[in-house]
C-alpha cells in the first residue's frame, strides 16, 4: 500500500525559506513520478512541481527559478525547496505519486488526474 506522510510545513514571512519533505513507503519510490501540488483556500488543488524517475522536472510558472523539486531515493523522501515566499504561495502543500508520469509533464502541465496517490498535506504560511 502506497502511503506519502509530508512534514515541514509552517509560518514564515514573505521572502523567507521552508523545505517541504514527503516521506514514501509500499512501492519502488526510484521509479515513480513525484509531485506537488497546493490548494489555497477557496481555490483549486494546483500542480507545483513535478519530477520524473529520470529526474527530469517540471514546474509552474508561478514558481519557476524560486521552488526547486528533488527527491533522495535512497530515502525514499521527495523534497520541494521554497525560497523568497509569497503571501500567495499560502496553502495546503500535498504530495503525490503515480507510477508513471504523464506526457504533459513535458510541457510543464501538472495535472491532478496523473497521480494515483496523495499524502495528508502541510501547511505554509506566508505573511506579509
Known amino acids: 500500500q502506497v502511503q506519502l506522510v509530508e512534514s515541514g510545513g509552517g509560518s514564515v514571512q514573505a521572502g523567507g525559506s521552508l523545505r517541504l519533505s514527503c516521506a514514501g513507503s509500499?512501492?519502488?519510490?526510484?521509479?515513480?513520478?513525484m509531485g506537488w501540488f497546493r490548494q489555497a483556500p477557496g481555490k483549486e488543488r494546483e500542480g507545483v512541481a513535478a519530477?520524473?524517475?529520470?529526474?527530469?522536472?517540471s514546474y509552474a510558472g508561478s514558481v519557476q527559478a524560486r521552488f526547486t523539486i528533488s527527491k533522495d531515493n535512497a530515502k525514499n523522501t521527495l523534497y520541494l525547496q521554497m525560497n523568497t515566499l509569497k503571501p500567495e504561495d499560502t496553502a495546503m502543500y500535498y504530495c503525490a505519486a503515480a507510477a508513471k508520469c504523464s506526457w504533459y509533464l513535458r510541457i510543464n502541465v501538472i495535472r491532478q488526474a496523473d497521480f494515483a496517490y496523495w499524502g495528508q498535506g502541510t501547511q505554509v504560511t506566508v505573511s506579509s
Open positions: 519530477i520524473d524517475s529520470d529526474g527530469y522536472t
Open positions: 509500499g512501492y519502488t519510490y526510484s521509479t515513480y513520478c
